[in-house]
């Protein structure tokens, strides 16, 4: 079986950037503004923090290779793209798959010209769109249906962006959601967890937690 995620050029460019994360994890937060977070706009959010990781964990990467594995979707959306540890995961399974498209989504500039840097040299480019901008903007007008989504941008946008969404997943989509831990996303997590809203849901205990839904 071919897994495109073992390939030298991939691990070289996972190795790199999980490594530049672990740096970011030791350094001082650089959020130094006068503004509160909650107060900063997404925008103003994104470029103070335009040098920080923030990626999911290998562990959280290899269930989502799984996943699109075994969905084999045709179209997969990410939330929050950073500098594409998790869009290297996502499109790697679909390189293997020979099928789908990954569209995701990015505020800062910065890390989106990184984030295509890195995709063209892990060698799993091809598959992968990057809409420069806001979710709420870039995902508006995209079609669907949507095989599996992932939001990992800021947590109190997960659930406006899954609602904006909401009505082009298909039958059976994954939503799969990071940071589960963090106080922001409660709003979200009563939203999937309550069985009136359509999902059959389950937590993935992975560091800060992933919650992975189902579009029943
Ligand atoms: C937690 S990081 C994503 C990490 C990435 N998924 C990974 O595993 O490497 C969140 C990212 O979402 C981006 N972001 C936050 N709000 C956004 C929005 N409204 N539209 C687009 N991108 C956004 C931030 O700039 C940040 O880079």
């Known amino acids: 079986m071919t897994n495109t995620l073992d390939s030298p050029a991939v691990q070289k460019v996972l190795d790199r950037l999980f490594a530049g994360a672990e740096r970011d994890d030791a350094a001082p937060s650089p959020w130094v503004g006068g503004r509160s977070y ?13 040098d920080i990781y923030m990626p999911i964990s290998a562990a959280g990467g290899q269930l989502l290779y799984s996943l699109v594995r075994a969905a084999r979707p045709a179209t997969v959306v990410e939330f929050g793209t950073s500098y594409a540890i998790s869009t290297i995961y996502l499109a790697a399974a ?5 099928i789908g498209e990954v569209l995701t989504t990015e505020l800062s500039t910065t890390k989106i010209a990184a984030a295509q840097s890195n995709l063209e040299e892990a060698g799993v480019a ?18 669907g249906p949507i095989g ?5 941008g800021w947590k109190d946008l997960c659930l406006p962006v899954l609602r904006l969404l909401e009505d082009r997943l298909a039958p059976g989509a994954l939503v799969v959601a990071d940071d ?5 996303m409660s709003d979200y997590l009563t939203y999937v967890r309550n069985p009136a809203n359509g999902y059959v849901t389950t937590e993935f205990p992975v560091e800060d937690g992933m919650e992975i839904s189902c579009r029943a």
């Open 38 to 50: 909650e107060s900063a706009t997404t925008q103003e959010r994104a470029d103070a923090l335009a």
């Open 94 to 98: 679909l390189v293997d798959n020979g």
């Open 126 to 143: 091809a598959p992968v769109t990057i809409l420069a901008g806001d979710a709420l903007t870039t995902l508006a007008d995209i079609p």
């Open 148 to 152: 599996l989504l992932l939001l990992d």
């Open 180 to 184: 589960i831990k963090s106080p922001s």
